[in-house]
């Protein structure tokens, strides 16, 4: 039913009717939401009133409301459950949605219009100033003030890009699809849990592969698996199917997609007057400039590297006491991270797991912090109905009031990319009439058989608290117009609010609350927190430097010229390799966490942006600093920190709210202390 997708919908909180959507839907819906926001343009630009905030901003903000309505549920679908067709419909539809995006921001009657506003915007205060300036940087930027000719130009260049960003996701997810691995035996996965056991059971038997077992791939290069696997013929099979996506000379290799992507992003960028498409990048951004991201990056990098080789050494000590092996591959330097991490510490993360059951996790811990922070409940609702069956719905109120619904897919399967992330359905303005909000969280934690418990490792915990602080920013954010709903803020900060909501995850009150022995019932040793914290900067050099490794990768991309770009897909690794040994990065033990072949993140939203998790960690550690400093899980701070974060969405200049409430901008120093990088 077109209905479903173009009408809000009449469950609670305005939750999508899943049910009453099929594929054949998304065409129309999609050809009528554009044909109707072209018409709310063309009724703005032929207007012969002269341009005022309402009739031209506020129009423009209402114009594609319904659109907007069937791209959220269509975006979603296809990153949590996708088929052949509807990445088939995304590949046709990708350069259409670029052309008609063009045709918003690259008109020159709504341009003129948006400009006389913005000429007067002194007579403006607050959010609605905001709104004008922002749209305004938009036209520019996207190139509204070019010739016929640039545009024209600009215009190909948009639906090409889309088109080539949908075919190398399709690509790299079938390929993941292709390279899981297949085990014969049990024997050989000795260190899994039998819940994971179970999990690549089920995963083999779902591919028609009964009695055998199989591990799927996840999204960044060091798979989890590889820190427990004792089997090392496993592990490297693993890490080299990891390493191996999308440049395996097939139909799927994603190299020369990627290759005409970054050229003709670097041809834009020109166009516009840019340097280069990181240039373009970081005009909108807090970050600013290029040269401001590279040297945060390059500043971070050297002391990385150090501290990692250090940890190598360690590990190869260790390696050469249990299996007399003088040196260690990048497949080894999990599993012996876990052995160094025990001996010298006395926390081992993998015998942490029976503490650490998913729901228990998610209602005692994430919910819990929720709860003493901002006075959010969270009841399930089965008669809601998600997108899969394995969604789970829980409505949220705030204080008694209900607020919104926030959606749980926790599982992976073959329809969902890899990785985890966070995405809106509703977002609540005032404009539209919008008063909650709906989010979800996607996560890919192997689903064990009927019966046996879900235990999540101590990372898949982290991950479930990171995304819940994304969860948290799009529920209590709130706006006045739609362009600043939610998580609508600058690229670069949006990992803030995330990165911070990890903190509760080893909050003593937090962890007493949560971690409890699946089986017994006994709660976590008490010990072990004081453990964790002492190990807090164990294997941070590795951590670092991987992460380093894949932003300066981005970054080297996208500083690029249209001929500088490389023609042959094999020359994609050699510039890897050169852009990493510039910074001293090129350790071939640890190796980046994504490389371009599988890189999906900077073949979709964070294009030259994928600096924007330390850039905004900067901010992060020292919030965190704050919250100790302050009494940490009260009310009283969780009400300051909606006041000045996560309660604005984009509705103001974010590091001017941050600078607001604490004073001043935000110092490096406590990111390095955390990272050992002092």
Known sequence: MIDALLEPSDLPHRLPRFADISIEDYGPAIEQGMAEQLAALAAITSSTDEPTFENTLVALERSGERLDRVLRVFFSLLSADSDDDLDELNAAYAPRLAAHHDALLLDDALFARVNAVHEKRA?????????????????????????????????????????????????????????????????????????EISAAAAAAEGRGLAGRFLITLTLFTAHPYLSVLENRELRQRLFEAQLARGSRGNANDTRAIALDALRLRAEKAQLLGFDSYAGLVTADNTAGTPKAVRDMLERLAAPAARNARAEQAALEASARSEDGRSKIEAWDWPYYAEKVRTSEYDVDLAVLRPWFEADRVLRDGVFFAAGRLYGLTFEERPDLQGYHPEVRVFEVARDGEPIGLYLLDLYTR??????????????????????????????????????????????????????????????????????????SVYRDFVEYPSQVNEMWMLWPEVLANYAVHHETGEPIPADVL?????????????????????????????????????????????????????????????????????????????????????????????????????????????????????????????????????????????????????
């Open 530 to 678: 004081g453990k964790l914290e002492a190990s807090a900067t164990f294997n941070e050099g590795f951590a670092t430097s991987e992460y380093l490794a894949a932003a300066l990768i981005d970054l080297a991309w996208h500083e690029l010229a249209p001929d500088e770009v490389p023609a042959s897909p094999e020359a994609v690794g050699e510039f890897e390799a050169a852009a990493l040994s510039a910074v001293g990065l090129d350790n071939p033990a640890v190796r980046a966490r994504y490389y371009t072949a599988y890189f999906k993140h900077i073949f979709g939203g964070y294009a030259s942006a994928y600096y924007s998790y330390i850039w905004s960690e900067v901010l992060d550690a020292d919030t965190v600093a704050w919250f100790k400093e302050n009494g940490g899980l009260t009310r009283e701070n969780g009400e300051a920190y909606v006041r000045y974060v996560i309660g604005i969405g984009g509705t103001r200049d974010p590091l001017e709210s941050y600078a607001e409430w604490r004073g001043r901008p935000a110092p490096i120093a406590p990111l390095l202390e955390r990272r050992g990088l002092a």
């Open 123 to 195: 007579e403006l205060e607050g959010e609605d100033r905001y709104l004008v300036e922002r749209y305004h940087r938009d036209f520019v930027l996207a190139g509204a003030a070019l010739g016929p000719a640039e545009k024209a130009r600009l215009r190909e260049l948009n639906q090409e890009i889309s088109g080539l960003e949908a075919a190398f996701g399709q690509a790299a997810q079938a390929d993941s699809n292709d390279l899981a691995v297949v085990v014969d035996t049990v024997e050989e996965l000795a260190g899994l849990t039998p819940g």
């Open 414 to 487: 073959d329809s969902k990319k890899g990785g985890a992330w966070m995405n809106s359905y509703v977002t609540a303005n005032t404009l539209l009439g919008e008063p909650s909000a709906i989010v979800t969280n996607n996560l890919n934690v192997p689903k064990p058989a009927p019966g046996e418990p879900t235990l999540l490792t101590f990372d898949q915990v982290n991950t479930l608290f990171h995304e819940f602080g994304h969860a948290l920013h799009g529920l209590l954010a709130r706006a006045t117009y739609p362009r600043f709903a939610a998580t």
